[in-house]
């Protein structure tokens, strides 16, 4: 009895604890509607929305994510609130810790507009966005002319095939295979690593090598969510790391995000340098749509991409198409005391990539891809 008397209070004095933490407060930076958005049991939507003013202060109930404002069915990046706007969710980019040290700079934000649907075709697609920041391999898959590239770095995206109403839809048809699937968001109330990894800002410090980002991973990551936990996972995060970073963390754990900047490449580690969650690169309007065609129709045009990724220095990891070489397809595989590194190589491709432990480097040459698989 005496042991049950003792685990209560245990239990009440961890909740206490949990729940006495007070809210992020965030500031609203220009003039925003909320939206309230419920769904009534005829499958109709009940809408309420709220303006609020530049310099008001919001409270986040700890959960950010890619929503829909269901009068327009535009996707946008959403913070939800709490306290006095409880349920009710607002645009990510429309607001800022109050308390953070600096903001992001133009080197790293990008205002990205509503992703778009298609009237004729349940298919979202970003809006007209002039540059992104996706995973740097998908230079490698959009650089090799065949979208089954893709499917070497993220195998288990295939699952997305199915069959409807006796009709087969492959996994490129859909929609969460399109760039969207890898692009990373900085905003300064909040981060989007690929399509699933979601997290809220606490303070924003720059540093000389780029940034130091205090955040809370979101509640409403899709490890939260109760539908084919095991085969979504995957596909919905576009980096070779992940895995590692959620057995170490769960929603809701405060961490520090370290972001390298070196040009257009960035380095995005975890809580120092031993866990690299990915590296991206920013890439400009062409290098979007030539990749969603790519996807979409197998076909592309490399020759619109005059401007690929750039270091800080000015140099390129890539070679135009027309100094493409070509090489003898290879493959081997070499062992070390730490890792198995597997080699392969692929004509038509013009460059190499190397992933070590998930980093992707490109570089000048014969494409030469080294798989660098930690051992146990």
């Not at 980019?93 to 109050?98: A, F, H, Q």
């Not at 493959?331 to 980093?359: D, M, P, R, V, Y």
Request: net charge negative; glycine share 6%; proline share 2%.
């Amino acid at each position: 009895m005496k042991k049950t008397v003792i685990l209560v209070i245990v239990s009440i004095l961890m909740n206490v604890v949990l729940f006495a933490e007070e809210p992020l407060a965030y500031k609203v930076t220009e003039t925003s509607e909320a939206y309230n958005q419920i769904l009534k049991g005829n499958g109709k939507w009940d809408i309420t929305v709220k303006t609020l003013n530049k310099g008001d202060i919001v409270y986040s109930n700890g959960k950010v994510k890619s929503d829909f404002i269901r009068s327009t069915w535009d996707q946008v990046f959403m913070m939800f609130l709490a306290e006095a706007y409880d349920g009710y969710g607002i645009q990510v980019k429309n607001i800022s810790p109050v308390n953070t040290e600096n903001v992001f700079g133009k080197e790293i934000f990008i205002d990205y507009p509503p992703d778009r649907s298609f009237e004729d075709e349940h298919y979202y697609s970003p809006g007209d966005v002039k540059e992104m920041w996706v995973p740097a391999y998908y230079c490698y898959v959009l650089k090799s002319e065949d979208r089954e590239t893709l499917l070497k770095f993220n195998s288990t995206i295939k699952i997305l095939s199915q069959t409807m109403g006796g009709t087969i839809v492959y996994w490129y048809e859909d929609d969460r295979s399109d760039i969207r699937n890898g692009r990373c968001i900085f905003y300064n109330a909040a981060i989007k690593i690929g399509e699933g990894t979601n997290f809220l800002v606490k303070n924003i410090k720059k540093t000389e090598y780029g940034y130091a980002v205090n955040c809370i991973e979101s509640a409403s990551d899709y490890r939260e969510s109760d539908f084919r936990y095991d085969e979504y996972l995957t596909y919905f995060e576009a980096f070779q790391d992940t895995s590692e970073f959620y057995n170490k963390y769960n929603p809701g754990d405060e961490m520090t995000l370290y972001l390298y900047l070196d040009g257009d490449y960035m380095d995005i580690y975890v809580d120092g340098k031993d866990l690299h969650l990915g590296t991206i690169v920013k890439v400009k309007k062409e290098f979007i749509e030539e990749y969603q065609s790519l996807i979409r129709n197998n076909t592309c045009n490399l020759s619109r991409i005059t401007s690929w990724p750039k270091r800080a220095d000015g140099s390129m990891d890539y070679q135009s198409p027309a100094l493409a070489t070509d090489f003898n397809n290879t493959e081997e595989t070499e062992n070390t005391n730490n890792s198995t590194i597997e080699k392969s190589t692929k004509k038509g491709s013009g460059f190499k990539i190397i992933l070590i432990a998930g980093i992707a480097v490109l570089l000048g040459g014969g494409a030469t891809v080294f798989l660098i698989k930690r051992k146990a």
